[in-house]
Nanobody, 118 residues
Framework: QVQLVESGGGLVQAGGPLRLSCAASGRIFSTYTMGWFRQVPGKEREFVARITWSGSTYYADSVKGRFTISRDGAKNTVYLQMNGLKPEDTAVYYC????????????WGQGTQVTVSS
C-alpha cells in the first residue's frame, strides 16, 4: 500500500526557517513526481513546489527564492526547506505524488500544519 507520511510542521516566527519531510513508499518514489500543496481553511488547495523523478524543480511564484524542494532516493524522502517564512505561508501542507498528471496527484499525505507568527 502506498503511503506518504509528512513531518516537520510547527510554529515559527516570521523570517524563520522550517523543513518539511515526506517519506514515501519505495515502489513509487523513484518514478513519481513528488511535491507539496498547501491549504488554508475556506480556500482551495494550492500548488507550492514539485520535483520530478529526474530532479527538475518547479515552484509557485509566491515561494520562489524562499523555498527549496529536494529528494533523497536512498531515504525515499522529499524535503521542503522553507526560509524567510511569512504569516501568509500559514497553512496545512500536503505531500503529493503523481505518476503522469501533477494537476491530479495519485496519492496524498495526511497534511502537516505550518503556522507563522508575526
Amino acid at each position: 500500500q502506498v503511503q506518504l507520511v509528512e513531518s516537520g510542521g510547527g510554529l515559527v516566527q516570521a523570517g524563520g526557517p522550517l523543513r518539511l519531510s515526506c517519506a514515501a513508499s519505495g515502489r513509487i518514489f523513484s518514478t513519481y513526481t513528488m511535491g507539496w500543496f498547501r491549504q488554508v481553511p475556506g480556500k482551495e488547495r494550492e500548488f507550492v513546489a514539485r520535483i520530478t523523478w529526474s530532479g527538475s524543480t518547479y515552484y509557485a511564484d509566491s515561494v520562489k527564492g524562499r523555498f527549496t524542494i529536494s529528494r533523497d532516493g536512498a531515504k525515499n524522502t522529499v524535503y521542503l526547506q522553507m526560509n524567510g517564512l511569512k504569516p501568509e505561508d500559514t497553512a496545512v501542507y500536503y505531500c503529493a505524488a503523481a505518476k503522469t498528471n501533477w494537476v491530479r496527484p495519485d496519492y496524498w499525505g495526511q497534511g502537516t500544519q505550518v503556522t507563522v507568527s508575526s
